[in-house]
């Protein structure tokens, strides 16, 4: 996983670390998009269109 820049969340790594509830959704004003997964699909298409693109020769949410 750290080849990706994914790291497991663990106690020893992460146990000074906290989540930080942000207060407006002015990070994500550039954002053209956003993955979601299969549980999501039901949810999100219910407010919003969902689209694929292909990218790599592989299909994307």
């Known amino acids: 996983m750290a080849e ?8 020893e790594r992460h146990s ?4 930080k ?5 002015h ?6 998009a956003c ?3 299969e549980k999501e699909i039901l949810l ?3 407010t919003y ?3 694929f693109r292909e990218t790599g020769g592989k299909l994307n949410l």
Not at 4 to 11: A, E, M, Q, W
């Open 4 to 11: 990706n820049g994914l790291f497991p969340v663990t106690y």
């Open 49 to 51: 269109p969902v689209l």
């Open 21 to 25: 509830r942000f207060s407006s959704y």
């Open 35 to 37: 993955s979601i997964v």
């Open 16 to 19: 000074g670390k906290y989540w």
């Open 44 to 46: 999100v298409a219910a």
């Open 27 to 32: 990070f994500a004003e550039t954002q053209q």
